[in-house]
């Protein structure tokens, strides 16, 4: 999430998916992810759920997320557009967006978040959860932090669940969830928190480790984020890992690696759509897909 400098940071390339995948005992095959284009390879074990996740009901048909992938890989490259100020749902300003982080070896944070998002949908839709991006690929400028709030609360969705990776010094490691605070409506309350608390307890069960150096057992409610202030609906952000520290960027680094992160993440949204009775329903209609694409081609 922490961003500073911009530079130019070519997006890599993965390697095209050849194996057959199961995500939470959901067989897909490799015909199908030939329809999201690219994937890296990835096996079944780093695919699998923790076994001792929650049951998850038959079916979560019918509910909507939005997956909101931190920044975009062509914001350095756009100083400019980048760093238009935008409301910060505070009453102040922030720039639209900025270039994200990367590894010490170059590995830039805005791919990383790209591709856990691409898994995390992939997992999510094979549950038969509507999910919307807030950007349709990983080689455009923003969208702004305020517009990527505007997508979620026009989706008609239950939660935006915002994907990041941290750039804090290298002696910090681990996840860490933030949620609005203090809370500027009903759903930035108990809702959101029951939100970040869910995916803190699923990268747990996932294995890993809350973050020694900020907020308190994996959970940093703040007031800085533009995306969580302006979410009309449950609304978090995951710091998957800090990528400035050697053991958390080996990790990011690799797509088994990513694969483990997208898993956590997919379980604790999956976990918090189940425990919710009944389910929540925004009143706005539901925004497709295709129209978000149209607003893509502005930003
Ligand atoms: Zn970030």
Same mark, same amino acid.
């Given at each position: 999430m922490r961003c500073s400098v911009l530079r130019g940071i070519p997006p890599r390339m993965p390697v095209l998916c050849l194996v057959p995948l199961t995500v939470w005992g959901m067989a897909i095959s490799p015909l199908s992810l030939a329809s999201v284009a690219i994937h890296p390879v990835l096996s079944d074990s780093a695919l699998s759920a923790p076994s001792s996740s929650p @049951? &998850? *009901?038959? +079916?979560?048909?019918? +509910?909507?997320v939005v997956l909101d992938p931190g920044h975009n890989g062509a914001n350095a490259s756009h100083p400019v557009e980048v760093n238009r100020q935008v409301p910060n749902g505070r009453g102040g300003t922030k720039a639209c967006d900025t270039t994200g982080t990367s590894t010490d070896s170059g590995y830039p944070e805005h791919a990383f978040n790209w591709e856990v998002a691409r898994r995390v949908r992939d997992a999510l839709t094979a549950h038969g959860v509507r999910v919307v991006l807030t950007r349709p690929n990983d080689a455009?400028?923003?969208?702004?932090? $305020? !517009?990527r709030a505007s997508?979620? $609360?026009?989706?008609?969705a239950e939660a935006i669940i915002s994907i990041?990776? !941290?750039?804090?010094?290298? @002696?910090?490691?681990?996840?860490?969830v933030s949620y609005s605070d203090p809370p500027l409506n009903h759903s930035q309350g108990k809702p959101s928190a029951s939100l970040a608390q869910a995916l803190a307890k699923a990268f747990r069960r996932g294995g890993f480790t809350a973050a020694g150096y900020i907020g308190s057992n994996g959970l940093y409610p703040r007031s800085d984020l533009a995306g &969580? $202030? &302006?979410a009309q609906i449950p609304a978090a952000l995951v710091e998957c890992a800090n990528m400035r520290n050697p053991q958390d960027a080996a990790l990011a @680094?690799? *797509?088994?690696?990513?694969?483990?992160?997208a898993a956590n993440i997919? !379980?604790?949204i999956m +976990?918090? &759509?189940a425990s919710r009775q009944p389910p929540h329903r925004p009143s706005v209609p539901p925004t497709h897909q295709a129209d978000l694409d149209s607003f893509f081609t502005t930003t």
């Open positions: @049951s &998850l *009901p038959a +079916t979560l048909q019918g +509910t909507t455009g400028v923003g969208p702004c932090v $305020n !517009d997508i979620a $609360n026009r989706a008609g990041h990776a !941290d750039g804090a010094p290298p @002696s910090g490691h681990g996840f860490h &969580l $202030n &302006l @680094s690799t *797509p088994q690696g990513r694969a483990r992160y997919a !379980d604790g +976990t918090w &759509l």
